[in-house]
């Protein structure tokens, strides 16, 4: 799960970590009380989950309330474009006025979880260049990234702080702060079951204190049960109106660019069923996990959901039947594609229990249903299709 | 002989009286599973179908003498139950629960070192070994006894491949679902170790996906410690980046964990990788028949 900046800021300062004043605004005028309060230069920032604004045009300074207002009124309501939207971009609906900062450097601080074999564990990474995207520093110039691996039986031990400050060449009072910084937070990282943790950068101000000018903070999904008051900071704005309803029906859903909607039971079966549309020579329109039960309200709400896509001109739905019994998924297949009147071709290919029933139900149910045996003829079955 | 589950095996399933743990636990006595014991807190004393219920993990190895652990427990308890099977000596747990939070899978990781305890899952269908039993939920009717072992990070699609070898009459040495989840008990490389080492089995079909870095470690050691010929199929060519595909550990992070990537770290060691997932079957009957010449 993904968070704002300004909502990342707010658990930084939590978890004593250092970060700009400031505050989100929805409009123009809020924007420029924001800035009265704050008192001197400020920066607007628009807040989407995506990093790059400031390329983008979406990250503005202003010296005066006035100027923040010109300037929120600017942002708020942009199709802000930035190299991780995707060509569309994604539509700024609040911003992020806080107070600007005189600025000496700009270092690089992350937290990520190492899931190699035999070194699982929380790991801490640091660098010198800061401001810039990682995963350029990583590919051109990896040897200015420096590691730390925090043992889990042991925990955080300054030694760890040590180890990248002395690479980060932080004086002894910054050095001192850059501690206090990474035990807080490794702390963050695990009380609230983090995914990643990014301040980039983090910055050194005039002055010589440590400031995270921007921060990026994501949840593991597996453990949100266990912390509503994350939950809470989701905003479905930012994501996908189709799977935010997939979601609420309880089903993976990712939506692509392509023309062939699919629905699968099984995350590895639904990777593997994009994969042949694309060998059949489609586009895949989706991901698509059903999951283990496929009751007709699922189902029902699974086409709807398919057939809101404009761009799916044809459904492929692969199930494997173990606990699910082909009959029943085909009862249910029926039904749904009934309900909503469903006018797009349909191919459905079915394995497992009953299935010489479920095929026959489908055959004989006047619907356009088209019923394929092999995975590969269902793909190609599904893709000639298309346009008819 | 086969690999992690035999005729010593005697299973202890927490979280039986669930619906899940009740429903799988039957079907698994279908297939001559040798379920000894269940647990669930509170529910000591009652059984399911004969089988007695324990409140603990250490009641079931005591009385019953279990030594294999399924666990069906909900997310939230999941790691719990697995402490309690470590620390009561389980030497095989095998967890389908799927949901568990990474920072819990670090400590489970750190619990099993030097414990004694091989970990099968989370997230994962379990084990099955025909002629032998399951702990896990495979639906029974894909097996067929044979020389070909499994291992998948998938669940449905390991059904598919297991369904495709059966229908060719190629049988299966043992099936393994390792989970798809980024931090797993057993990985590619576990599991490849014994299979190399089991005497039944003849060929390997090792199912990936995208995500982490377990096909490529898995290539490596396969260049010098496999033998047995591998064909491989590899998930999720089509990924978009950035996004969990289903599975919590199915996500193309930092540009790293491309399909494209672990295709060819296997291919370079000299695994059959097969792009067409229906043609798999067809590619180890192939082999075998490679072999046998």
């Given at each position: 799960?993904?968070?704002?900046?300004?909502?990342?800021?707010?658990?930084?300062?939590?978890y004593?970590?250092?970060?700009?004043?400031?505050?989100v605004?929805?409009?123009?005028?809020e924007?420029?009380?924001?800035?009265?309060?704050?008192?001197?230069?400020?920066?607007?920032?628009?807040?989407i989950?995506?990093?790059?604004?400031?390329?983008?045009?979406g990250?503005?300074?202003?010296?005066?309330?006035?100027?923040?207002?010109?300037?929120?009124?600017?942002?708020?309501?942009?199709?802000?474009?930035?190299?991780?939207?995707?060509?569309?971009?994604?539509?700024?609906?609040k911003?992020?006025?806080?107070?600007?900062?005189?600025?000496?450097?700009?270092?690089?601080?992350?937290v990520?979880?190492?899931?190699?074999?035999?070194?699982?564990c929380?790991?801490f990474?640091?660098s010198?260049?800061?401001?810039?995207?990682?995963?350029?520093v990583?590919a051109?110039?990896?040897?200015?990234?420096?590691?730390?691996?925090?043992?889990p039986?042991?925990?955080?031990?300054?030694?760890q702080?040590?180890?990248?400050?002395?690479?980060?060449?932080?004086?002894?009072?910054?050095?001192?702060?850059?501690?206090?910084?990474?035990?807080?937070?490794?702390?963050?990282?695990?009380?609230?079951?983090?995914?990643?943790?990014?301040?980039?950068?983090?910055?050194?101000?005039?002055?010589?204190?440590?400031?995270?000018?921007?921060?990026?903070?994501?949840?593991?999904?597996?453990?949100?049960?266990?912390?509503?008051?994350?939950?809470?900071?989701?905003?479905?704005?930012e994501e996908?109106?189709?799977?935010?309803?997939?979601?609420?029906?309880a089903?993976?859903?990712?939506?692509?660019?392509?023309?062939?909607?699919?629905?699968?039971?099984?995350?590895?079966?639904?990777?593997?069923?994009?994969?042949?549309?694309k060998?059949?020579?489609?586009?895949p329109?989706?991901?698509?996990?059903v999951?283990?039960?496929a009751?007709?309200?699922?189902?029902?709400?699974?086409?709807?959901?398919?057939?809101?896509?404009p761009?799916?001109?044809?459904?492929?739905?692969?199930?494997f039947?173990?606990?699910?019994?082909?009959?029943?998924?085909s009862?249910g297949?029926?039904?749904?594609?009934g309900?909503?009147?469903?006018?797009?071709?349909?191919?459905?290919r079915?394995?497992?229990?009953?299935v010489?029933?479920?095929?026959?139900?489908?055959?004989?149910?006047?619907?356009?249903?088209?019923?394929?045996?092999?995975?590969?003829?269902?793909?190609?079955?599904?893709?000639?299709?298309?346009?008819? | 002989?086969?690999?992690?589950?035999?005729?010593?095996s005697r299973?202890?399933?927490?979280?039986?009286?669930?619906?899940?743990?009740?429903?799988?636990?039957?079907?698994?006595?279908?297939?001559?599973?040798?379920?000894?014991?269940?647990?669930?807190?509170?529910?000591?004393g009652?059984d399911?179908d004969?089988i007695?219920?324990?409140?603990?993990?250490?009641?079931?190895?005591?009385r019953?003498?279990?030594?294999?652990s399924?666990?069906?427990?909900?997310?939230a308890?999941?790691?719990?139950?697995?402490f309690?099977?470590?620390?009561?000596?389980?030497?095989?747990?095998?967890?389908?629960?799927?949901?568990?939070?990474?920072?819990?899978?670090?400590?489970v990781?750190?619990?099993?070192?030097?414990?004694g305890?091989?970990?099968?899952?989370?997230n994962?269908?379990?084990?099955?070994?025909?002629?032998?039993?399951?702990?896990?939920?495979?639906?029974?009717?894909?097996?067929?006894?044979?020389?070909?072992?499994?291992?998948?990070?998938?669940?449905?699609?390991?059904?598919?491949?297991?369904?495709?070898?059966?229908?060719?009459?190629?049988?299966?040495?043992?099936?393994?679902?390792?989970?798809?989840?980024?931090?797993?008990?057993?990985?590619?490389?576990?599991?490849?170790?014994?299979?190399?080492?089991d005497?039944?089995?003849?060929?390997i079909?090792?199912i990936?996906?995208?995500?982490?870095?377990?096909?490529?470690?898995?290539?490596?050691?396969?260049?010098?410690q496999?033998?047995?010929?591998?064909?491989?199929f590899?998930?999720?060519?089509?990924a978009p980046?950035?996004?969990?595909m289903g599975?919590?550990g199915?996500i193309?992070?930092?540009?790293?964990?491309?399909a494209?990537?672990?295709?060819k770290?296997?291919e370079?060691?000299?695994?059959?990788?097969?792009?067409?997932?229906?043609?798999?079957?067809?590619?180890?009957?192939?082999?075998l028949?490679r072999?046998?010449?």
């Amino acid at each position: 799960m993904k968070i704002h900046e300004y909502q990342a800021k707010k658990l930084l300062l939590d978890y004593g970590i250092p970060a700009p004043r400031g505050e989100v605004a929805a409009t123009p005028e809020e924007a420029r009380r924001i800035a009265g309060e704050l008192a001197g230069q400020v920066v607007v920032k628009a807040q989407i989950h995506a990093g790059g604004r400031g390329k983008g045009g979406g990250v503005k300074p202003a010296a005066a309330p006035d100027e923040a207002e010109t300037a929120a009124r600017s942002i708020l309501g942009m199709q802000l474009v930035t190299h991780q939207t995707g060509p569309e971009g994604k539509r700024v609906r609040k911003v992020l006025v806080e107070e600007a900062s005189a600025i000496r450097k700009e270092l690089y601080l992350s937290v990520v979880v190492d899931r190699s074999r035999g070194r699982e564990c929380v790991v801490f990474m640091a660098s010198e260049a800061g401001g810039m995207d990682i995963e350029q520093v990583a590919a051109s110039a990896p040897e200015k990234i420096v590691k730390c691996a925090v043992h889990p039986a042991v925990g955080f031990s300054p030694f760890q702080a040590r180890k990248l400050s002395v690479s980060l060449g932080l004086d002894a009072g910054q050095s001192r702060q850059f501690a206090e910084i990474v035990r807080n937070l490794y702390r963050l990282f695990l009380e609230k079951d983090c995914s990643l943790v990014e301040i980039n950068p983090l910055a050194i101000t005039e002055p010589g204190q440590l400031l995270a000018l921007d921060t990026k903070i994501n949840f593991d999904d597996d453990g949100l049960h266990r912390h509503p008051e994350i939950r809470e900071l989701r905003d479905p704005d930012e994501e996908d109106p189709l799977e935010v309803a997939a979601k609420n029906a309880a089903v993976n859903y990712i939506k692509l660019d392509g023309n062939v909607g699919c629905m699968v039971n099984g995350a590895g079966l639904a990777m593997t069923t994009m994969d042949l549309i694309k060998i059949a020579g489609g586009e895949p329109a989706n991901f698509l996990d059903v999951g283990g039960g496929a009751s007709v309200e699922q189902i029902e709400k699974v086409f709807r959901i398919l057939t809101s896509d404009p761009n799916v001109k044809c459904i492929l739905v692969n199930i494997f039947g173990g606990i699910l019994r082909c009959d029943r998924v085909s009862a249910g297949l029926i039904q749904a594609a009934g309900k909503i009147d469903m006018k797009l071709p349909m191919v459905v290919r079915l394995q497992g229990t009953n299935v010489e029933e479920g095929r026959r139900m489908l055959q004989e149910s006047g619907l356009r249903f088209t019923v394929a045996d092999g995975l590969y003829e269902a793909a190609q079955k599904a893709v000639s299709l298309i346009g008819s | 002989m086969t690999i992690l589950l035999n005729e010593k095996s005697r299973v202890v399933v927490q979280g039986i009286t669930g619906s899940e743990g009740s429903f799988h636990t039957r079907e698994s006595v279908k297939m001559e599973t040798n379920v000894v014991a269940g647990v669930t807190p509170g529910k000591g004393g009652t059984d399911l179908d004969g089988i007695p219920v324990y409140n603990r993990v250490s009641d079931a190895v005591e009385r019953e003498g279990a030594n294999v652990s399924g666990i069906y427990t909900p997310a939230a308890f999941a790691p719990d139950a697995i402490f309690e099977a470590i620390e009561a000596g389980i030497g095989l747990v095998v967890c389908m629960t799927e949901g568990l939070p990474v920072a819990e899978m670090i400590k489970v990781k750190q619990a099993l070192k030097g414990s004694g305890t091989r970990m099968i899952g989370p997230n994962c269908p379990g084990i099955t070994t025909p002629g032998v039993g399951k702990v896990g939920f495979m639906p029974n009717f894909i097996h067929r006894i044979g020389n070909v072992g499994v291992v998948s990070r998938s669940g449905t699609l390991t059904y598919e491949m297991i369904w495709q070898l059966t229908g060719l009459g190629i049988g299966q040495s043992t099936s393994v679902g390792i989970g798809g989840d980024p931090i797993v008990g057993s990985g590619f490389i576990d599991i490849l170790e014994l299979f190399e080492k089991d005497p039944q089995t003849e060929a390997i079909v090792m199912i990936g996906e995208i995500g982490g870095t377990a096909e490529e470690e898995a290539a490596e050691f396969i260049q010098t410690q496999v033998a047995k010929p591998v064909v491989s199929f590899i998930a999720g060519r089509t990924a978009p980046p950035g996004r969990r595909m289903g599975h919590a550990g199915a996500i193309i992070s930092g540009g790293k964990g491309t399909a494209e990537e672990k295709i060819k770290a296997l291919e370079r060691a000299g695994v059959f990788v097969e792009k067409n997932p229906a043609e798999i079957g067809r590619r180890v009957q192939e082999i075998l028949k490679r072999i046998a010449a």
